[in-house]
């Protein structure tokens, strides 16, 4: 069987940098972030460790990974021979486990010098937050709202929907929200000049006047 204990050449090829092709894009404070999705992540761990293998720190009733009491998952991930801890969230297990693993290869040098750049727009981010209040939206005589039906609507649906469907991020209204600046729980509270942001952020298919 093949040696695959935690060499050096095992520790720098963990840390090697993505190509780009399998780099990301995902908005966050205000800024477009990169970031390597689960397939690129879990590749890289076959690449250097076949035998690589994760597990939860709890098992629910039905033998399926437990979340913590806040929706986090924490695991163990081992990679040639050496355990370390990670977590993740997300509105389901299969965004949970994934997040999880991105986060505990992470802890092992993969795309370290990505979530290095995450870490600083969040510091950033927080400080902002302390010296300026919440955006609200303007008095609704001053609101344009989208209309779901108009041209440029329907170019943002489907920006949204192929962009998603590449992997840039898992729930569109979270998007438009780190877009935005502020919470959105429908497409339907934007108003035209949001819109026109999130379709800038995004590959559109088609434009809208």
């Not at 877009?179 to 949001?194: A, C, H, N, Q």
Request: charged share 25%.
């Amino acid at each position: 069987m093949a040696d695959h204990s935690m060499t050096p050449e095992a520790a720098t090829a963990l840390r090697k940098p993505f190509p780009p092709e399998s780099v990301g894009k995902l908005p966050k404070g205000g800024t477009m972030l990169d970031y390597v999705g689960h397939a690129a992540v879990t590749d890289r761990l076959l690449t250097v460790d076949p035998d690589w293998t994760w597990e939860p720190f709890a098992l629910g009733a039905d033998g399926l990974p437990a979340p913590d009491r806040e929706g986090n998952l924490w695991i163990r991930l081992t990679v040639c021979g050496v355990t370390r801890i990670g977590v993740g969230d997300g509105k389901n297990a299969k965004e949970r486990i994934g997040d999880a693993l991105r986060n505990a290869s992470m802890r092992f040098g993969v795309a370290l010098d990505l979530w290095a750049k995450e870490n600083l727009v969040e510091f950033a981010q927080a400080a902002q937050h302390q010296q300026r209040p919440e955006p609200t939206m303007p008095p609704d005589a001053h609101v344009v709202y989208l209309n779901p039906q108009s041209k440029l609507a329907k170019a943002m649906y489907a920006s949204l929907r192929d962009a998603e469907t590449a992997g840039h991020f898992t729930d569109a209204k979270a998007f438009m929200s780190e877009v935005v600046g502020r919470t959105i729980t429908s497409s339907k509270e934007l108003t035209e000049d949001e819109a026109r942001r999130v379709l800038d952020h995004l590959p559109a298919k088609a434009s809208a006047s």
